[in-house]
């Protein structure tokens, strides 16, 4: 694949941040949001998700309908700090690999995030490592809630193609959830999906032969 590859776009959380989704389930299970795990399965609820991922919703309004849907009365802070529990760091190693494929690649990245989670990054990347963002690392950072498009539509990617006049024969992308992989090459990507629990993003990209 190594010889066709110019660009590579990175997912983030999973692939190069460490998140915990249940660390999140159990503190939204401390701020009084019982059965958080299977009530945000049904359709029509987890699409609450979806638009402040797509910043359709700000933070206010999302936690007004999580409490009309828990029938809990919820603070604002109290679900900000319950969203950002899954939330680990980036080690460093991930980084020098983003710095030494710079070298050869168009590097990208595309986040399904929202505003909550986007600043706490941010914070927890610029304490632990200096850096105050993604954007010295690759050539343009987009974020789902910025873009108004979340994976897995391929609206997303082809947005991400036609801005940056991408071949999307010569592009890689790289998501550790499969449906997003689908939509990537629904969009005519190449696409890959990282199981994390028989590897790391390391162990792809010397699979890969990059």
């Known amino acids: 694949m190594q010889g066709q590859i110019k660009n590579i776009i990175f997912d983030l959380g999973g692939v190069l941040f460490d998140i915990d989704y249940t660390r999140t389930i159990g503190a939204m299970e401390k701020i009084g949001v019982k059965d958080f795990d299977k009530i945000f399965t049904q359709k029509n609820q987890s699409d609450l998700f979806n638009r ?23 603070k604002k802070k ?52 200096g850096f105050p963002d993604f954007n010295k690392h690759f050539e343009k950072v987009y974020y789902s809630f910025e873009l108004g498009i979340r994976k897995p539509k391929p609206d997303g990617f082809l947005a991400i193609i036609r801005e940056q006049k991408l071949n999307p024969e010569e592009t890689l992308f ?10 990537a090459k629904k969009a005519g990507l190449h696409a890959v999906w990282l199981n994390l629990k028989q590897q790391d993003v390391h162990g792809m990209i010397e699979e890969l032969g990059l």
């Open 52 to 74: 402040l991922e797509e910043g359709k919703i700000s933070a206010e309004e999302f936690t007004k309908e999580l409490s009309e849907i828990s029938g809990v009365p919820l």
């Open 174 to 183: 790289i998501d550790d959830s499969p449906q997003h992989v689908e939509g």
């Open 78 to 129: 109290d679900v900000e700090w319950a969203l950002n529990t899954m939330l680990f760091n980036m080690p460093t190693h991930r980084f020098d690999l983003l710095d030494l494929l710079k070298t050869r690649y168009r590097l990208f990245l595309y986040s399904n995030i929202n505003e909550v989670h986007a600043k706490e990054i941010h914070r927890v990347i610029k304490e632990t490592h």
